[in-house]
Every structure is written in C-alpha cells, then in structure tokens.
Nanobody, 126 residues
Framework: AHLEESGGGLVQAGGSLRLSCAVSGFTSDDHAIGWFRQAPGKEREGVSCMSTSDGSTYYADSVKGRFTMSRDNAKNTVYLEMNSLKPEDTAVYYC????????????????????WGKGTLVTVSS
C-alpha cells in the first residue's frame, strides 16, 4: 500500500488547515486508516483512527471537537480537517494504514500500523 500526505503549512493559532492523504494499493476495502503526529523531541502520537468497514472513528482527547477525519471513497483520499489550531498542534502529521479493519477498536491510537506516508509539516504560530 502507498500513502501520500499533503496540505501542511504555516497557520496562526485559531486558524484551520485540511490535510489530505491519497491511499492506494489495498487489496480489501475494509481496513483501518489513521492520522498520527510527531512534535520535535516527542514520541509519535495518534490523532485519529477510522475503520473503513463502518466509518467508525476514534479521536485523541487533545483534538476532540476540533479535528474531523473523513474520507472520499471515489478519490481514495482521507482528510483531516483541523480547526481552532493551537501552537501545541505543531508537528509532522503522518497518514497510516493497516490491513486489519478492527485495528482502531483493538489497538486504539497506538502507532503500530503497517503502512506509513512520509508526513507533512504543520506549524501553528502563536
């Protein structure tokens, strides 16, 4: 499978950005897609996780109510809409995927997915 992120950039606190992740190469329509981020000097953390079988989505507490994950099946693209951005949201954001459709319910937001994109940098200025 191949994943490619886009949409990162510099934004002021309180602003919005939408990240995109083009997904290809999966043999099954049922799998899991996640967004993760890694800030300088910190471990990679999960932001959101979606099971494509039923669209159920999990979010980290730190982004609930501000970030929304969605997908466009026709375009094989997953999105992360980020609103009310804070300086602490500054990080490299990664899109990841796993063949296990039950990944989100089984592993939550742990960064253990099989396939990863190269990441896109989001910088939120204060």
């Amino acid at each position: 499978a191949h994943l490619e992120e886009s949409g990162g950039g510099l934004v002021q606190a309180g602003g919005s950005l939408r990240l995109s992740c083009a997904v290809s190469g999966f043999t099954s329509d049922d799998h899991a897609i996640g967004w993760f981020r890694q800030a300088p000097g910190k471990e990679r953390e999960g932001v959101s996780c979606m099971s494509t079988s039923d669209g159920s989505t999990y979010y980290a507490d730190s982004v609930k109510g501000r970030f929304t994950m969605s997908r466009d099946n026709a375009k094989n693209t997953v999105y992360l809409e980020m609103n009310s951005l804070k300086p602490e949201d500054t990080a490299v954001y990664y899109c990841a995927a796993d063949e296990s459709y039950y990944y989100c319910s089984g592993y939550g937001l742990r960064a253990l997915m099989d396939y990863w994109g190269k990441g896109t940098l989001v910088t939120v200025s204060s």
